[in-house]
Structure formats: C-alpha cells, structure tokens
C-alpha cells in the first residue's frame, strides 16, 4: 500500500527552511529510506507563489495567493509504501516537527492511502470508469 | 487505545523496528536464531504492556531495552546453570557489548543490518530457507504471512527457520559482512534471494492468482535497504532497477477478471510512471558505478527498452535482441536462449524467432518448461502454421502450474483452432 503524508503549514514567502530543520528533515527522509519506504518526497513552495482556480456555476475564477488559512495548507509530502495505515501513523509520529523554528510547536501530518487498483471489486460503474480510464489515455496521445 | 488497535499499532512498530533490533542484538549474541528470540521476547513483553499504557513515545529504544535485558538474564542464567567460568566471562562480555551498543544507539545500524543481510542468506542454507529467513528476520513478516505467500503450512515454514537457524548456530556462521573474494559471490546470494521473491509475487509459479502484488512490494522494500546499506554495488542498484521497472507493470498485467495480460497488450497508460522514474535512475545509478554489464543491469536496461516505449510497436527491438545477446554469454542458460529467441522473432521477423527456438527443444533443462512451447506457438502463428501453433499452445496449457496462465494459454490455442494469428 502507498500512504501520501502531508505536511500543513505555509512557509513564508522568500524564506528557506533553516539549517536546523533542513539538517533534522535530511535524517528523517534517510530513516525512511534505509527503511526501504520512501518512493518519492517534495517541499512546496509559498502559497503566496500559488493559485486557486474555483468552480462554481460553471464558471472558473482564478484566485492569486498567499491564502489565510495555513494550518489547512500543504509545505510538502512523502509518499511512502508501508503494510498497513499503523505503520504510516508510525512514520508520520517520528517527522521531527520541533526541529526549527518553521512549523512551531503547533502542526501536523495528515496521511492518506493512495488507490491501488486491486482496491476496486467488480461492478458495472467500475467497468465504466475503467473505459473512460483507457479513453482519456487515448485522446492524451 | 482499545487492544485490538494496540494490537495493530505494535505490529507497525515491530516491522519497522525488528530489522534493527535482531541486527543490534545479533551483534552483541552473535547468534540470529538467539537474537530473534530476544527479541520476540520484547515483542511479547509490548504486546502485555502497551495495551494498558499506550505506545511509548519511543518504541523502538523500548523493545531494545528489553531485548538487551533479556539477553544479559539469559546469559547470566546459563552460568548459573553450567557454573562455568566461560559463561561468567562471556557475560562480562556481553554487558561490555551492551555498553558499547548503547554508545551506537542513535547512530547507524546499517552495518549491523548489512551483517544480518548476508547471513540470513548465507550459502550453507537452502535457498528456501534463505528466502523464509530474509523475509521473517529483514521483511518483519510472520511466520503465517511468509506460509500464505509461499502458498505452504504454517509448519512447514516455521520448520524451516528454525532449521535455518540451528544450521547457522552448528555450521558457526560468522555475523559479519565478507569480505575480498569471498563477497561477490556471497553478494550473488542476497540478490538472488531478493529477486526470487519478487518473481514468486510478480508471475507465481503456482495457485490461483495471477500476480501477488505485496510480495514484490516486500521484495523491492528488501532490495531498496540493500541499495543504501551498499551503495557502491552496481550490481545491487541493478536489481532495484529492474525490479522498480517490472512493478510498474503490476497493475496492467492483471485484466479485469484476474487473467494475466502481455506485455504487449498491456494498456500503457496504466504502468506506474513513479516506478518507472525510479527504475531509470537506478539503471543510471549501476551505469555510472560501472555495471552496465551486470546481469540484473542488462534484464534492467531490456525492461527499460519496454519502459520507454510509448506503444508496443515504438518497441526498439534491435537494442533489445543486442542485450539479449550480452546476456546470453554473461549468463548463458536456455531461458535466456528462449527470450533472445522472442526478441529476435520481433526484431527480424518471426522465422528467424522460430529458427532459434527450433535449437532449444532438445534441451534437457527446458523440458516441461511452458514458455517453450507456448513461445514456439507464438511464432508459428505468426507464420500462419495454426495447426502445429494449436498444439504447442495446448501443450504449454498443460505444463503451467498457475490456472489464469493455463485459461489464456488454451483461449490461444483455440484462436489458432480458428486459424487468427496474433495481434503482434
């Protein structure tokens, strides 16, 4: 199984992680590594480099950043394969969130499971999707 | 907490903890089957303990200390019960080795994981027993779940390590890594354990599933360790790297009732490009430490040739038959002959295929062997010669152990029943 961990938090806009958590983070990401789970990590820039693009009534708005609510936000993720949600929650408990004084005393990691395909039994809108699936394939070549 | 989530959660912590552990304490008993009994002690001891208390803060330092408490009292009381000095001294020893592994808690296990690598697949095992013991002491799995994936009893298995573990007791394996000369052949081993366990996951020999897709997990998990613990074996991150390709195609490789589906009918759009991604830079990685030529690197750079191709026909068929041939006289043997045999028929059309195959059906080695036949019907269809075709297909249908395999097999011998050739 495939666990995607984020991490919430907006780090400021022109300010890169500091030696401390940058140094604690690299311990971290090679724990879980040498541990044969890591498949793939990226931080993210500010959100105040991002954009939302709203749908509402069939209209699209496009909203500029830096947006408010930081605690909902996601500073960067891990993807990670592990045997079961427990293992993942024992990942996500050792990040070293105190290290620095980025994420403050306050965060957290949320982790969800990635679908995997033998997760879907066999039914007709399932079939269908599988067409629309192998659809969209197509017409992206 | 209630126990059954305590339960799961210290199954969680020991799969990520117990590698380390057994590795630590192996270190300091210098004997795997006693450290894994140690350990298993902690186990029991979380197991009492953390339903009531909850999961401490730091587990993995809790099991340890238990595992390192038990290992004193065991060797205390095995001098009191032979009163010999030997034993006195050699717990003088050990609470020595306990100091010194305190000082290394913290640190890097990696050697003491490196060391527990190579003698769960030491050679003086059978290769069964090396692939349950991989998997029990580095995998972190139970008995029941390496007795399910290996489609045994329960018994059979928890046999062989124990077994396994006496024989590395009386045959007096040394916990260490080897070294010179000795190492690349003890090296060959590791590999091999790893990557049949994949193969036992990504096409099963027996039973009826198609794929068992976690056993390639454990198996790409053992190869991804080994990658970081010897970084500067080519030859490892060529086995990660095909072992990354060949799981990309998982999920594509199963159709929609379970029935296995070809390479090259395989719906690209469904490969795992993350897979692939890390497959390629691992190549790269055995490439530039000098192991282009390694066998898993050559089997990694073909799977790679399939990777890259968009579609089935962009295939570069040439390159492919070319590393076939590199392989061929790295590790020559018939099977290697029979997928040179496929390449070429691709490559420079199927009568030249079938002209190579035509060489291998007197080969001892692939008598009863189901690719054969069911090759040399692929490239007899492809001639148009449905009758003989029909026969070889239903001569493979009935060598295969695995029933999907079986049910495609003989849908293909009834297609060359009705004189269609094949889409390739």
Redesign the interface.
Known sequence: MRFLLMIKGDPKPGQLPSEELLAAMGRYNEEL????????LSGLHPSAEGARVKFSGGKRTVIDGPFTESKELVAGYW?I????L??A???AKRVPFEAGAEFGQEGEIEIRQVF???EFG?SPAI?RA?EL??E???N?? | MTATDAH??I???W??ESPRMIAGLARMVRDVGLAEDLAQDALVAALQQWPESGVPDN?GAWLMAIGKRRAIDHFRHAAVAERKHEEIGRDLEVQQAVVDLDAAIGDDF?DDLLRLIFTACHPVLSKEARVALTLRLLGGLSTDEIARAFLVPEATVAQRIVRAKRTLSEAHVPFEVPQGAERAARLSSVLEVIYLVFNEGYSATAGDDWVR?ELC?DA??????LA??APKEPEVHGLVALMEIQASRL?AR?G??GEPVLLLDQ????WDQ?LIR?GLAALDRADRLGGAMGPYAVQAAIAACHARA?TAAETDWVRIAALYDALAQLTPSPVVELNRAVAVGMAFGPAAGLALVDELTSEPQLEGYHLLPSVRGDLLAKLGRFAEARREFERAASLTRNAPERKLLLERASASARGSAPLH
């Open positions: 590594a040498k541990a044969g789970v890591l498949l793939d993807i394969q592990a045997k079961s427990e293992e929650i024992e990942w995997e395909l033998e066999d079939e599988r699936g192998k969209l394939a197509k992206k070549e | 799961r959660a199954e969680a912590v799969r990520i587990p990696g897709p997990e790409l998990r053992l190869g991804r360790i970081e613990l999920r199963v929609p009732s719906d690209r759009a469904r993350l890390r968009r």
